[in-house]
Structure formats: C-alpha cells, structure tokens
C-alpha cells in the first residue's frame, strides 16, 4: 500500500481538512477527492468502531482478568506454535557471544546512567557492538523442542518462556554492514537481510511520524510481536504479558547501550499500520510492538 494512504487515513481520522492534507501531502484536491471514493469503505468502519476504542482500554484490563478465562489451545491440546517464524533473506553472521567484550560496567552505573538519548554523535556501531546489543536483549541461549512444546531460553524474562517478541533492525550505520532493513535470528545468532532499498529508510521514518533520532540513530530496533505463541497457553491474558515482555526487551536493550558507551530511546509513537507493512507483516497474527533508536554519546 502507498504509504501515503496511511497518512492520509490518519490526517483524515484526525479532523484535518483536504487543505490541509493535501498541502501535508502534496496531493492536489482531485487525488483527494479519489482516496476519499477508494478508502470510503474503511473509513467507515474506523467511524464505526471509535466508541469501542474510546473504551478499550479499560475493557482489555477486565476481561482480561483471569475469572473470565477459559481453557486455552494448549490445554484443549492443539498444536503448539514454532518458538521462531521463518524467514528468507540473505544471512549476515554477527561476532560470536563469547567473543564479545567491552571492558566492565557495574549493572548499578549502568541503571543510574541509563537515559532516554534522543541526540547521537555520527560513530557508527561496530558489528561487535550491535551483536552485543542484540545477545543481551534477543538472543537465545537454549531452544528446546518436541510435539508438545518448543520453546527458547533468553537473557529477558517471558511468560512461561513463550518469548512472542521478534527483533528486526533498521541499520543506518553499523560497521560492516549495508544499510537496510534486518531480521535478527536469536538462534543461529545471525541477521538476515529483509530490505536494502533506499525506500525502506524513508518508510520507516515516516512510520515513525518523522521522529528525527529515528534519522540520526545508529540503528532502530523494530519489535513484533507474534501473540499465538503467548495466548496457545494463556488465552486472551496473554496479551498482557506480551506487552510485560516488549518491556523487558526494551530495558535489557537500555542498559547494554550503556555498556558500548551508547544510549537508547524507546518509542511508542508510531503508525502500526505503516510499518507493519514495512515489515510486510499482516498486522494481527504478528504486529509491530515497540521501536528503539539506539546511537553512539
């Protein structure tokens, strides 16, 4: 989908006139006038369901309560969800986790120095650092399967170790590597590149509302996540622990920036839509969860 067709739901859905969408898009009024026939059918449903979304959140945190749970896939005994989603791409190998080190920090400097930095020096990462990066915050040290269970073991705490949180990474600027859009394998402890094109920079940019440390960031950690793997043993509570998990991701994250003399912003302002197209991912049985900028002091 044209990413500005997301743009211009949102501007619509947020009270903007076709002035000034089309001056925020530089559309004249008769390309306006075309997305309005074209996607009539889905601002309508949006209109159609903004009572529920005025409610939702407070709904999600009762009915989410365990007194309304029943018995979930895995106790009906269906079968169990893959612990890692296939992907195809070119692989890139990252430096080994046992090779990896910078020197000590004690965990109390690294909390009491933790910041959300938003201003980065042009320093790349280095390919030790960015495998640094993603060993604390991804990597899988263990992986156990069988007809009844496959699960992973990481440096980050999740729900019954169902760990549905994925990691993509938007590299801008690592040592070794080209620019473009990653997904990070927490097994094989590789990246396998999704996107090089000069596109996918723009589109993730835009997708995270322009934010400028998006642009000047080192590399942007994209996160999704995959809520069967959580909700196959929980049911609909485990949509609350895949949000617990995203932050247990994004805190290990911080504080291992610290460790590589980098900082880390962690960002909730973004338009889902955009980029789980992006990642070329449908939006409900995997959606975008959390972002990170993370560059150089």
Known sequence: MDPRTFDYIYLKNHGASDEEIGKELALSLEDIQLMEETLRPILKEIEAERPKAQSIGTDFARLTSNVYAQKSDQELGLLRPDAIKAR???IFSL??????DFGQISLQDAISQRRSLRNYSEEPLSLEELSFLLYCSSWSRDFRSNERMEITFRNVP???????????????RV???KPGLYYYHPIKHCLILIDESPAVQTRILEGCFSQEMI???AANFIYTALPYRTTWRYGQRGYRYIYIDAG???QNLSLAAEAVGAGACMIGAYLDEALNDVLKIDGTQEFVIYVAAVGKK
């Not at 999740?158 to 801008?172: L, Q, Y």
């Open 88 to 90: 195809s791409g070119e």
């Open 95 to 100: 430096p080994a986790v046992g090779k990896l």
């Open 158 to 172: 999740s729900a019954g170790s169902r760990h549905p949180i994925e990691t993509f990474v938007n590299v801008r």
């Open 175 to 177: 040592t070794g590597l």
């Open 215 to 217: 642009q000047t960031a």
């Open 248 to 250: 247990h991701v994004g």
